[in-house]
C-alpha cells in the first residue's frame, strides 16, 4: 500500500504530537494513533484520562502502561503544572481521541481543569492544530452546538464515521481507516488505509 500523505501540515514543526484520550467509546482509534505515531518516528506526549482508562480496559483488555509504551511521555490529567500547560513550550498539534462529549463542551467553553482539557485551551490559543475524534450517535443538539463552536476556532472535527467505499473486512480495518484520518489532519504519513480510487488515473 503506498504511504497515504498527510492533508495540509500542521502550523508548528517544532515539538511533539499531544494525544489526549478521554471517556467516550473508541479507544481502538486512540491506540491506533498512537502505533502510527509511534510506526513514524513521532515525539508523543500522551494523557489518559480516567474515564479513558476505564473505556481503554473495557474495549481494548488492556491499560493504561499499554499506550505508555507507545509514547515519548505520559502525564496524569491531573497535572497541570506539566510542560505542555504552557504555550511557552512548543508542540505541534494536539488531537483528543477519542474526545467525549464532556471533554468537546469545556474546550468550547474555554474551561480548562484537567491537563488534556488545559494543554487543548494552550493548542487553540497558539494557533496550532488541534483535533478532536467524537463518537456520540445520535448527537444531541447541545454537542452539535459545542462541536459547531470549536470549528469555528479552526478545530478538525472528525467524527468516528469508517467509510465504506474501502469495502472494509474487519473492524480493524475500520478502525485504521479512523486512526489514518487523524494522521492524515496531524501531518503524518502513514500506510493505514488507500484513499478514494487511489493508484487510478
Wanted: contains cysteine.
Amino acid at each position: 500500500m503506498p504511504v497515504h500523505k498527510a492533508e495540509g501540515g500542521v502550523a508548528n514543526e517544532r515539538g511533539p504530537m499531544v494525544i489526549g484520550v478521554t471517556g467516550a467509546s473508541g479507544a481502538p482509534i486512540a491506540r491506533r494513533v498512537l502505533e502510527g505515531l509511534h510506526s513514524a518516528g513521532e515525539e508523543v506526549v500522551l494523557i489518559v484520562s480516567s474515564g479513558g482508562a476505564a473505556v481503554l480496559k473495557e474495549e481494548c483488555g488492556v491499560g493504561v502502561d499499554a499506550l505508555e509504551k507507545l509514547a515519548s511521555r505520559t502525564y496524569s490529567d491531573r497535572d497541570l503544572a506539566s510542560p505542555i500547560a504552557s504555550g511557552s513550550r512548543p508542540t505541534r498539534a494536539m488531537a483528543i481521541v477519542p474526545c467525549s462529549a464532556n471533554s468537546a463542551a469545556k474546550v468550547a467553553l474555554g474551561l480548562s481543569d484537567t491537563l488534556i482539557t488545559r494543554a487543548a485551551q494552550v493548542t487553540l490559543k497558539e494557533r496550532r492544530r488541534l483535533v478532536v475524534v467524537p463518537r456520540e450517535t445520535p448527537v444531541p443538539t447541545t454537542l452539535l452546538r459545542h462541536l459547531t463552536t470549536l470549528s469555528e476556532l479552526g478545530v478538525v472535527v472528525l467524527f468516528a464515521s469508517p467509510a465504506f467505499y474501502t469495502h472494509p473486512k474487519s473492524v480493524e480495518e475500520m478502525v485504521d481507516f479512523l486512526a489514518g484520518r487523524v494522521l492524515d489532519h496531524l501531518g503524518v504519513p502513514h500506510r493505514l488505509y488507500k484513499g478514494w480510487k487511489e493508484g487510478e488515473a
